[in-house]
């Protein structure tokens, strides 16, 4: 069973940055493809970023292309996100995720989700 676990999320003014942080326990994350997703109130699940490590691929979606960057630690089995530039809209809960065989943009698609941290964005 894969456990994981975020952390990283807190308050931050418009122009600032954090990263996140997935902590993967119960298999090597190195042999899984893993991804963030983020949800807003009242709004859908969306793709944040992903990465395939096999395959040394990584995407992102279009907002966040560019100030967002996914990476991981093997010796810690833990994945991050780092934002930069941060904006009001990217406030929302983010969820780590991972999965053996993914399509990298559809959540569904996922088989273990961490219950998420709390990113809010002041302007």
């Known amino acids: 069973q894969v456990q994981l676990v975020e952390s990283g999320g807190e308050l931050v003014q418009a122009g600032g940055s954090l990263r996140l942080s997935c902590a993967v326990s119960g298999r090597t994350f190195s042999n899984v493809a893993m991804g963030w997703f983020r949800q807003a109130p009242g709004k859908e699940r969306e793709f944040v970023a992903a990465?395939?490590?096999?395959?040394?691929?990584?995407y992102y979606a279009d907002s966040v292309k560019g100030r967002f960057t996914i990476s991981g630690d093997n010796a810690k089995n833990t994945m991050y996100l780092q934002m930069n530039s941060l904006k009001p809209a990217d406030s929302a809960v983010y969820y780590c995720a991972a999965g053996r065989s993914v399509i990298p943009r559809m959540p569904r698609t996922y088989e273990y989700w961490g219950r998420g941290t709390q990113v809010t964005v002041s302007s």
């Open positions: 990465t395939i490590w096999t395959a040394d691929s990584t």
